[in-house]
């Protein structure tokens, strides 16, 4: 297994995914919520770029380069055929989430069931990839082309860095925000330290009225 490629920027995503989708769970099935709110909450649609993000660098940047080292394995490009579907599957599932949010009047249970299949969905996929797609990742990818899907993940999320820097890091051990701190600009890392996580704990982004500003 090569130590060429570090997962950690790839394991500290998982781990914002799965945090945000047991507070989408408690915003959508808790008896003190309404999940009518949800739309305007920062925390959905943070949720919502990030992902969306993520899933778009691992097929423009990831898999496809990794496609590339699998020929005459059938059964490993079976397991990247496995993770675009899955990524295809949960696109679906947050357009009718957003729908049923638009609706005149929310539907409770409705919601509810869609907000499920999506946490199984996305939570299945995420331990699938670590499991099995990130051991290939790891074997694989050279240095070189495991940065560039870094430089890829890192441009998309860029827009929205003084949000998405700080959710990204919520939570995560020291080691962690060490070594993720560590392959940004010192500027980056200057702003995210006096100005966007102060800013970031600052907002309960899981509460109605505190949609984003960036």
């Not at 778009?56 to 490993?76: F, I, N, Q, S, Y």
């Not at 890829?152 to 929205?160: G, K, N, T």
């Not at 925000?177 to 996580?197: E, G, M, N, Q, S």
């Amino acid at each position: 297994m090569s130590d060429a490629v570090d997962l950690t920027v790839m394991y500290a995503m998982h781990d914002a995914l799965r945090r945000e989708l047991a507070h989408l769970d408690r915003m959508t099935t808790g008896a003190d919520r309404d999940p009518a709110h949800l739309p305007a909450t920062a925390g959905w649609t943070l949720f919502k770029k990030a992902l969306r993000a993520h899933h778009t660098a691992e097929d423009e940047a990831l898999w496809p380069v990794l496609r590339g080292h699998l020929a005459g394995r059938p059964k490993d490009l079976a397991l990247l055929e496995a993770m675009e579907a899955e990524h295809a599957a949960i696109v679906p599932l947050i357009a009718a989430i957003d729908a049923a949010l638009a609706a005149p009047e929310v539907d409770p249970l409705g919601l509810g069931i869609l907000t499920d299949a999506l946490a199984t969905g996305l939570a299945g996929h995420l331990k699938h990839e670590e499991d099995t797609a990130l051991p290939l990742v790891r074997r694989a990818l050279t240095a070189e082309q495991w940065g560039r899907f870094r430089e890829v993940h890192a441009q998309l999320l860029c827009p929205d860095a003084p949000l998405m820097l700080p959710w990204v890091l919520h939570g995560a051990d020291e080691q962690t925000v060490a070594k993720l701190l560590a392959l940004l600009p010192p500027r980056i890392r200057a702003a995210y330290t006096t100005k966007w996580a102060p800013a970031y704990t600052a907002v309960d982004r899981w509460s109605p009225g505190a949609a984003p500003t960036h």
